[in-house]
Every structure is written in C-alpha cells, then in structure tokens.
C-alpha cells in the first residue's frame, strides 16, 4: 500500500496525493516537501518508484532485503537511512522490532516496511503541526518521524527494566532456585541483548545526523532537534548497557545459589554414603564363610553387634550434624 503526502511550503497547506504520476509531478516543484510511505509493498512497486526518483540500484537492493543492519549511506543525490521501531510482540514477554528503510534528500522522504506501525500516525500529526518550522526541509519530517520511533523504545525497556528488578527480588527471597524464574532470567537477557544489537549503530546513525555539514540541515535549528534525539538514544543504549550487566551478575548469582544447593544435596548423600558404608563393612565382616569366628558362637553377638552398628550410626549422624552436612 503506498500513501503520499505532500507539504506546500508557500502556502503551509498539506495534501495526500493518489497516485504515482502525482507524485511524479510534484517532484518539480523546489517548494514541495513529500513523504511517500510504502506498506509491504512488492518488488515492482519498489523498482517503479526507484526509477522515478532515480534511486541507486544497491540502495534499493538493501530495501527489498529484509534484516538489515541499521545504517546511514550517502549517495550522489540521496541518503539511505535503515532504522528500527519496535513494539510489544504478538506472544506475552516479547518484543518486535520493525526495520524501516528510507530514501532521502531535501525535498522528499520515502519510507518501506513491511507491517503497519504504530508510530507512523503520530509522526504525520507532529509534521502537520509544525508549520513554523517547514522552512527546516525534510529534516523536520525526519525529526518527527526519527523522535517518535525512539522515544517509543522508552516503555518497553522501562517494562523490561521492572521486570528484571522484580526477578532479582523474588531471586533473593527464595531459598532455591526457581525453574521459571531462570527461563524468565535468560530471556530477558536475549532481549536486551537484542536492543543493544539494535539500539547501538542507531546511535551512530544519528550521530551522523547532528553533523552541521549534513545538506539534509536547511536550517541550524534543526541542529538542536537532532541533538535531543542523540541524548535519548545514548540515555537509552546506557540504559540497556547497564541492565545488560546486572542481568549477567544475577545469572551467575543465580547459578552460584543453584550450585550451593546441588553441593548441600551432595553432602547430604556423601553422609548418607559413609554411614551405610561402615554399616555395610560390619555386615561384610560377619558374613565372611569362615568356619572359626569365635563371636559366632557368643549367645548375645547378634544383639551386640546390632547395638556397636546402631553407636557408630548415632555417632556419625551427630558428627555430620554438627559440621552441617545433614
């Protein structure tokens, strides 16, 4: 599905626009700001817009490829840009992430993904709104639009963080363990794993972005608004960074107090295994096919016997007890 949107920068007036040729036709126009978003379009929708906007066959290689790495490239007379959104996935405790390739210049944004997001209704409001600033160019849409993906990282990670704080809670509470609490542990740790995967070459991607020699920076406001974007991904990437390591420090908190209980279960058995054994050593002796063994014969043996077993049992329960081994 393709839904075109242009800016009449002389007249601060918006319109939508139905189709290609319409699009085509506004490209001439110097005033005239347009955003093209493509929604799970196929590879000849792709190619047809590439050939009226003139896009680099390699650029448009990567846009019909999907799981690229987030980037920003520069060619003779656009930018590519790959960015993530991301959301709550379909399944509970999971994240989605949506990766969106752009084609830019100073006139016109193209946007390809392959789901509907979210986001993108908030990022046409934010522009429509902005018309003091439609002198800024497209950098105002791409500030719109790049503001509005990140910030939405923030209640996910925000979710992820008091869940990975109630863990370390309920970890510490319990004596042993907890079989769902370990999945749950190393899951979180595979998300954000994840968000840093994604989050960190973002941040190289606006930090691109701030540089003042950027021709997508008609205006030197637009500086400042690229900059705030550039705290936000750095305070969320510090974020991730640091749940990411106390994730790793309650893991092996976690395997070290599974490991203390497997060694209580292996003292336990270890005593167990020496009082048997000295039973079981008494019991070999006297059933050894001798034919003299003088206690054999004794009236009260059998009973004695049973009582020097039932002593040394008592002894050594008592003397595990104390070095805490039962």
Known sequence: MIKALYCDRKSSTFHELHSVHAVKAKLQDPNVLLWIDLCDPNEEEIKHLATSFRLHPLAVEDALQEHQRPKIEEYQDFYFMVFYAVERGSKQNTIAFHEIDMFLNSHYLITVHKLPIAAFEEVEQRWTRNTKLLDAG?????????????????????????????????????????????????????????????????????????????????????????????????????????????????????????????????????????????????????????????????????????????????????????????
């Open 138 to 326: 497209i950098g105002i849409l791409l500030y719109s639009f790049l503001d509005t993906v990140v910030d939405s990282y923030f209640p996910i990670i925000d979710t992820l963080v008091d869940e990975a704080e109630q863990i370390e809670d309920n970890l510490f509470e319990r004596e042993r363990p907890n079989r769902h609490l370990t999945i749950r542990l190393l899951s979180l740790r595979k998300e954000f794993l994840e968000l840093r995967r994604i989050v960190t070459p973002q941040r190289d991607v606006l930090n691109t972005l701030t540089n003042r020699d950027n021709p997508l920076h008609e205006n030197p406001q637009v500086d400042v608004y690229f900059r705030d974007i550039y705290d936000h991904i750095t305070r969320l990437a510090e974020t991730i960074d640091i749940y990411r390591d106390q994730l790793n420090s309650v893991m092996d908190t976690n395997l070290t107090i599974a490991s203390n209980e497997l060694n209580k279960v292996m003292r336990t058995m270890t005593a167990a295994s020496i009082i048997l054994m000295v039973d079981s050593l008494i019991a070999g002796i006297y059933g050894m096919n001798f034919d003299y063994m003088p206690e054999l014969h004794f009236q009260w043996a059998y009973f004695v016997v049973l009582g020097f077993m039932g002593i040394l049992t008592a002894i050594l329960i008592a003397i595990f007890r104390t070095i805490h081994w039962l």
